[in-house]
């Protein structure tokens, strides 16, 4: 999205109570350059911000930034199997390590606080429906 778009979405929805902005789109949200920029962009109209996120981007150092310097309304995981076996079948990695410290980066970034509110999604699919 061109940024000048952004910044106007972000002024049509500036002082909208109950408005979250989901931002996401085909690729993961945490592997685009601009990411941070436009959540900046969103948060400065104090437009709360939710995303859904492959986890695999969600280092300790990312965590902190995403908890401490800019206001996510939400953040998921999407876990998606329970196996490195499966994982490699339905996200074409094996990391499942990675996405399961992305989780627990963010429970203890965010203590007891209330926001972000986070959580983790698990998509069915034909090669993970029995590890649900």
Same mark, same amino acid.
């Given at each position: 999205?061109?940024?000048?778009? $952004?910044?106007?979405? $972000?002024?049509?929805?500036?002082?909208?109570?109950?408005?979250?902005?989901?931002?996401?789109?085909? #690729? &993961?949200?945490? $592997?685009?350059?601009?990411?941070?920029?436009? #959540? &900046?962009?969103?948060?400065?109209?104090?437009?709360? #911000?939710?995303?859904?996120?492959?986890?695999?981007?969600?280092?300790? &150092?990312?965590?902190?930034?995403?908890?401490?310097?800019?206001?996510?309304?939400?953040?998921?995981?999407?876990?998606?199997?329970?196996?490195?076996?499966?994982?490699?079948? #339905?996200?074409?990695?094996?990391?499942?390590?990675?996405?399961?410290? $992305?989780?627990?980066?963010?429970?203890?970034?965010?203590?007891?606080?209330?926001?972000?509110?986070?959580?983790?999604?698990?998509?069915?699919?034909?090669?993970?429906?029995?590890?649900?």
């Amino acid at each position: 999205m061109p940024e000048k778009l $952004a910044i106007k979405i $972000a002024k049509e929805l500036e002082n909208k109570k109950g408005v979250i902005l989901g931002l996401g789109g085909a #690729v &993961e949200p945490l $592997a685009q350059k601009t990411f941070f920029k436009y #959540v &900046e962009i969103f948060n400065n109209r104090d437009t709360p #911000v939710s995303i859904n996120s492959n986890g695999l981007l969600i280092d300790r &150092e990312t965590a902190i930034l995403m908890i401490n310097r800019f206001k996510f309304y939400s953040i998921f995981i999407s876990i998606d199997a329970m196996t490195p076996k499966t994982l490699l079948k #339905v996200r074409g990695t094996d990391k499942i390590q990675k996405i399961n410290r $992305a989780v627990f980066n963010l429970l203890e970034e965010r203590g007891n606080n209330l926001y972000p509110r986070r959580g983790v999604s698990f998509t069915i699919e034909k090669d993970n429906v029995t590890e649900k």
